[in-house]
C-alpha cells in the first residue's frame, strides 16, 4: 500500500508511561483528519520520493487518502474495499480491504487494534521537548520492522518513521491534525467518471 500513515507519543515520563498513555490517546479518537507530508528514502537510489496530501479515517475502518502532489492520486475505502484512483492517468484499482492492510495500519491509522496488542516498545530517545518512542510489531509485517513515532509535550505527533526490511525509510510529518470531527455523509466514498479505466482484484 501506498501510504503508511500513524500517530503517537509524550513527555517525560517513564519508558513504560509513554507507552501507556500514547495507547490511551489514542482509544479516545473516533475520526482523523492529518494534512501530511511523505518522504520515502531507498536504500538502493539516491533521491528521496516526496508526496503531500490528506488523510481521513474513522475508527472501524473507513479512510480517505488525497495526495495532491507530485500526482492527484485518491483511495478510498468504506471499511470492506478499496478504490485507488488515478486522476491523470484516468484508471482506478478496485481491491478487498484485507489485501492491502496490516495489522500495523489497522492500530496506527484506523484505531481498531490496540496498539499494546501490536506493538512491543523497544526504545525512547529524548530530543529536546520531543519524545521518540521506538516500536516494534508483535506479528512479521512485510512492510515494516520498526517505527519511530515523535510526540511533542503535548502528546501531539509531529513525525512518524517507517523503516522496512529493505531499510527503506518513509518519514511523514503532520502539518496539521484535527481529531473527532464529523465526516460528510460521502467522505468514504468515491464516484468514479464514467470514462475511466477500472481494474478489479482481490476477487472482486
Known amino acids: 500500500m501506498r501510504f503508511l500513515l500513524a500517530v503517537l507519543a509524550v513527555v517525560s ?17 473516533r475520526t482523523v483528519k492529518v494534512v501530511f507530508i511523505q518522504k520515502t528514502v531507498y536504500s538502493w537510489y539516491p533521491k528521496p520520493d516526496v508526496s503531500k496530501g490528506y488523510f481521513y479515517a474513522t475508527k472501524g475502518g473507513k479512510f480517505r487518502v488525497e495526495y495532491t502532489y507530485p500526482d492527484r492520486v485518491i483511495m478510498v475505502s468504506d471499511g470492506e474495499r478499496i478504490i485507488i484512483y488515478n486522476e491523470e492517468d484516468r484508471e482506478a484499482i478496485v481491491d478487498s480491504v484485507k489485501n492491502n492492510t496490516s495489522p500495523v495500519i489497522e492500530s496506527l491509522f484506523f484505531f481498531s487494534r490496540p496498539l499494546g496488542e501490536v506493538f512491543e516498545p523497544i526504545g525512547e530517545i529524548g530530543r529536546g521537548d520531543v519524545r521518540v518512542l521506538i516500536l516494534k510489531p508483535k506479528a512479521e509485517d512485510e ?39 464529523t465526516p460528510s455523509p460521502g467522505l468514504f466514498i468515491l464516484d468514479l467518471p464514467p470514462d475511466v479505466r477500472i481494474r478489479e482484484a482481490g476477487g472482486f
Open 13 to 29: 515520563l517513564s519508558f513504560g508511561g509513554v507507552f501507556e498513555d500514547l495507547e490511551n490517546r489514542l482509544k479516545e479518537i
Open 143 to 181: 512492510n515494516v520492522e520498526k517505527v519511530f513515532v515523535e510526540v511533542n509535550p503535548d502528546l501531539e505527533v509531529v513525525r512518524v518513521r517507517v523503516v522496512d526490511r529493505e531499510k527503506t525509510e518513509t518519514v511523514i510529518d503532520f502539518i496539521d491534525v484535527q481529531k473527532n470531527f
